[in-house]
């Protein structure tokens, strides 16, 4: 069972890929109307469905790294990217879930992304894991850091 806090981040993150793919109405006064993150989560799930048919293709790299071998271990990454991949499923996307991934697969991971982007409408990158920001960059890490 998730507790509260770590549902509303989940919420958090789902409401960031609503935004991404163009579904961002007035999330505050949806929570402010006593609708708990899930139902609100299942609400705009079913509401993209409704709105995007079939027509679309749709194509989503997930990657989940938990398992640093240098670094502390992540006790949610996987599970986090986890549930935004069965969430991006019910949404009609074809999914590439990556898990504890080093830099080598998950580099040929984002080409494959990157390939089917190409033939996409809609393409979506979802990270957990370490990461950090440079003069204004970030970078992301595997598992080998």
């Not at 993150?13 to 006064?29: E, K, Q, Y």
């Not at 709105?51 to 989940?64: E, H, M, N, Y």
């Not at 990157?114 to 920001?133: K, N, P, Q, T, W």
Request: glycine share 6%.
């Amino acid at each position: 069972m998730m507790n509260n806090g770590r549902r509303w981040m989940r919420f958090a993150a789902f409401a960031c890929l609503l935004a991404v793919v163009g579904l961002a109405p007035d999330l505050a006064s949806r929570a402010t109307a006593g609708l708990s993150p899930v139902e609100i989560e299942d609400d705009y799930v079913a509401a993209y469905t409704r709105a995007s048919g079939k027509a679309a293709r749709k194509v989503a790299l997930i990657i989940g790294n938990d398992r640093y071998r240098e670094s502390y271990a992540l006790r949610n990454a996987v599970s986090d990217a986890r549930s935004i991949e069965r969430k991006l499923r019910q949404l009609g996307f074809e999914t590439n879930l990556v898990t504890d991934a080093d830099n080598r697969r998950m580099n040929e991971a984002i080409q494959r992304l990157a390939g089917d982007a190409a033939a996409a409408d809609v393409a979506l990158f979802f990270y957990s894991g370490h990461a950090v920001e440079f003069s204004g960059a970030n970078y992301i890490f595997g598992i080998d850091i």
